[in-house]
């Protein structure tokens, strides 16, 4: 019964319904939104920023490279094609990462770098995933290097190498002499070059000194 003076309210009744009905909908429609957001139905915000601080994430530390002028280019460069572990766990002279590189741009459409891009690259490569000095035993650098240290100390020590100075042609001489008398395998004709234009270079003939022959 409704307190004396107040108007008749004939539609009280529907109009109760009606907010009754609406506030069961958006309950309904809140639990439903609640459920399919855990789930990230709702959440491609969320999932963009989780995506970009992955990124972020990996970008910062550059997937564990060393610290280092270069890193950046390395990283950017090396993983539009392939995964760090992929050069992460070689070790090579600064000439074989520059074959490596040529390799790649003409063979696997790698984007040619500009000159000083490609310096500060082979500058990291050579210092980060070079090869110890140490281990030439005391060879120079330089085209043919890894060649002479394989081919050499194979049958003897490298000091006999170093101890040498020698003309190209006494070098070529002491090479025939080798695979013939010595067992050494025969160099074609790409590597003999190399092996000789390594050997006349760092220890070629100095003044008019007699040549010795290595035994």
Not at 140 to 165: D, N, T
Not at 188 to 203: F, G, Q, S, W
Request: with cysteine; proline share 7%; glycine share 8%.
């Amino acid at each position: 019964m409704e307190p004396e003076g107040l108007p008749e309210q004939r539609h009280a009744p529907h109009l109760r319904g009606r907010v009754l009905n609406a506030t069961r909908l958006l309950l309904a429609a809140a639990i439903v939104a609640a459920a399919l957001s855990s789930r990230g139905a709702f959440s491609p915000a969320a999932s963009a920023a989780e995506s970009s601080a992955a990124q972020a994430g990996a970008v910062e530390d550059y997937g564990g490279l060393p610290e280092g002028p270069g890193r950046a280019a390395v990283y950017f460069n090396c993983t539009a094609c392939h995964s760090l572990k992929q050069f992460s766990q070689q070790r090579m002279s600064r000439d074989e990462w520059d074959k490596l590189l040529d390799w790649m741009v003409e063979k696997n459409n790698m984007h040619p770098m500009e000159p000083w891009a490609r310096a500060q690259v082979l500058n990291y490569l050579a210092t980060h995933f070079g090869v110890d000095e140490q281990l030439w035993q005391g060879l120079p650098a330089g085209p043919g290097r890894e060649m002479v240290f394989g081919l050499c100390q194979a049958c003897h020590s490298l000091a006999i190498v170093k101890q040498q100075g020698l003309s190209r042609d006494s070098w070529d001489e002491t090479l025939v002499w080798m695979v013939e008398e010595q067992g050494m395998p025969p160099l074609d004709p790409d590597n003999l070059k190399l092996v000789l234009d390594y050997l006349a270079t760092h220890y070629g003939r100095k003044g008019s000194g007699a040549t010795t022959r290595a035994p």
